[in-house]
């Protein structure tokens, strides 16, 4: 899995990585019982804090999105796919929002907003990233 860190961002660099593990376990690039890297080969790789990477690994597992295996290293835990459902939503949510606010702050009406984001479903199933009966079981 390819995790990227922005340090400019005003997001802090322990929050960026926590959603980008939430996200990898969601989309099934992390699957359950996958192996994620040891705290030091990750903050190696990524350049930060040893402690920051341990911090994500402890609140993951509060979640129970990973498990611990003494001597063995660190896992996807086996119900993390229930778990990231539920998450996924949420962070699905958050990002509508932030994409609404940033579509009024340039100047979308309403109306504009709600074409564009037809246009990009359409997109989308044209695509085939999705079927039309997903789209018309969640259209409100």
């Known amino acids: 899995m390819y995790l990227s860190l922005d340090s400019s961002s005003g997001t802090p660099l322990y929050l960026q990585l926590a959603e980008q593990m939430r996200l990898g376990i969601a989309t099934g690039v992390l699957r359950p019982g996958d192996q994620v890297p040891t705290v030091r080969e990750l903050a190696a790789q990524l350049r930060v804090n040893p402690n920051t990477v341990a911090r994500v ?12 295996r ?11 796919l229930e778990v990231a459902d539920a998450q996924g ?12 606010a940033l579509g009024r702050s340039i100047g979308l009406d309403w109306s504009e907003l709600r074409a564009l984001a037809a246009e990009l479903i359409a997109e989308a199933e044209a695509a085939g990233v999705i079927g039309r009966e997903e789209v018309d079981r969640e259209s409100p």
């Open 89 to 100: 939503l949420e962070l699905l949510r958050g990002r509508w929002r932030a994409a609404i």
């Open 70 to 80: 003494q001597g063995s290293g660190t896992f996807v835990a086996e119900k993390a």
């Open 57 to 68: 690994y402890r609140d993951l597992q509060a979640e129970g999105l990973l498990s611990s």
